[in-house]
């Protein structure tokens, strides 16, 4: 990136945030902070971070619901990266973040090298997002064999227009989704009710100019997160332990 990248850090505790401020800056980038969501979104109103690093044990609003309230358009970029950094290292703990749209989630503490690190990471996958998406906006070109266009299944509280791919809720309001999240659901709705594998779905993105990012578990919560389908127990598309990701809900075909 031609510029230093803008790091918003939101850390309630002064001093961690004061040597996070200090080393990201040493490092290329430039950082501004909020202490709490009431500064988050306030920062949000002027500036427009390149990446957000949160806390998840934070005074007021804690950062998992920050992380939800930012990815369901909150503060105006739904699409930031979010990285979380909390003292909350458990496996369910990392998962939930995730599921809730983060793009990674590192324990504290933690060697600076390795938030250095994973930061660069996020930022080259969101630059290559960003990139893939101009390039092909709608994501037509991947699309030659998909079920004829008039097309209309149902699942749960859900209808999907193929031809148009378009998510419509119960009450016909559409959810927009990006081209790798649609490829992600229309995988689902061709297998339900069976076990797709990470390998497997990462076999079929393969080709995908926007398949940039390896971590399945993220783009899964994106997409769950798009289904209001978030948090520890989903109803949707549910995680099978060692195996992989499944729709639990049997899909039908809309008769005209």
Same mark, same amino acid.
């Given at each position: 990136?031609?510029?230093?990248?803008?790091?918003?850090?939101?850390?309630?505790?002064?001093?961690?945030?004061?040597?996070?401020?200090?080393? @990201?800056?040493?490092?290329?980038?430039? $950082?501004?902070?909020?202490?709490? *969501?009431?500064?988050?979104?306030?920062?949000?109103?002027?500036?427009? #971070?390149?990446?957000?690093?949160?806390?998840?044990? @934070? #005074?007021?609003?804690?950062?998992? $619901?920050?992380?939800?309230? @930012?990815?369901?358009?909150?503060?105006?970029?739904?699409?930031?990266?979010?990285?979380?950094?909390?003292? @909350?290292?458990?496996?369910?703990?990392?998962?939930? *973040?995730?599921?809730?749209?983060?793009?990674?989630?590192?324990?504290?503490?933690?060697?600076?090298?390795?938030?250095?690190?994973?930061?660069?990471? %996020?930022?080259?996958?969101?630059?290559?997002?960003?990139?893939?998406?101009?390039?092909?906006?709608?994501?037509?070109?991947?699309?030659?064999?998909?079920?004829?266009?008039?097309?209309?299944?149902?699942? *749960?509280?859900?209808? %999907?227009?193929?031809?148009?791919?378009?998510?419509?809720?119960?009450?016909?309001?559409? %959810?927009?989704?990006?081209?790798?999240?649609?490829?992600?659901?229309?995988?689902?709705?061709?297998?339900?009710?069976?076990?797709?594998?990470?390998?497997?779905?990462?076999?079929?993105?393969?080709?995908?100019?926007?398949?940039?990012?390896?971590?399945?578990?993220?783009?899964?919560?994106?997409?769950?997160?798009?289904?209001?389908?978030?948090?520890?127990?989903?109803?949707?598309?549910?995680?099978?332990?060692?195996?992989?990701?499944?729709?639990? %809900?049997?899909?039908?075909?809309?008769?005209?």
């Amino acid at each position: 990136m031609p510029n230093r990248p803008l790091l918003l850090i939101v850390e309630d505790d002064a001093e961690i945030a004061e040597l996070l401020e200090e080393n @990201l800056r040493a490092h290329g980038f430039d $950082t501004v902070g909020a202490a709490n *969501g009431v500064e988050l979104f306030s920062q949000l109103e002027t500036r427009k #971070p390149d990446l957000i690093l949160l806390d998840i044990m @934070l #005074p007021g609003e804690d950062g998992l $619901t920050l992380c939800r309230r @930012l990815r369901a358009g909150d503060g105006g970029l739904p699409e930031t990266p979010i990285i979380f950094l909390s003292a @909350l290292g458990d496996l369910t703990d990392r998962v939930v *973040g995730l599921e809730l749209g983060a793009d990674d989630y590192l324990p504290k503490p933690f060697e600076m090298r390795e938030l250095l690190a994973r930061i660069r990471a %996020v930022l080259r996958r969101s630059e290559m997002r960003s990139r893939a998406e101009k390039a092909d906006p709608t994501g037509a070109a991947d699309y030659a064999n998909t079920l004829p266009s008039r097309t209309i299944l149902r699942f *749960g509280p859900w209808r %999907v227009d193929m031809g148009a791919r378009h998510l419509i809720d119960e009450s016909d309001v559409t %959810v927009s989704l990006s081209a790798l999240e649609f490829k992600l659901l229309e995988m689902f709705l061709r297998n339900p009710q069976r076990v797709l594998t990470r390998e497997s779905i990462l076999l079929k993105l393969e080709n995908r100019s926007d398949a940039y990012d390896r971590n399945i578990d993220v783009q899964m919560s994106r997409l769950r997160a798009k289904l209001r389908d978030s948090g520890r127990s989903p109803k949707l598309i549910r995680t099978m332990r060692g195996d992989g990701y499944m729709l639990a %809900v049997p899909v039908e075909r809309e008769v005209p």
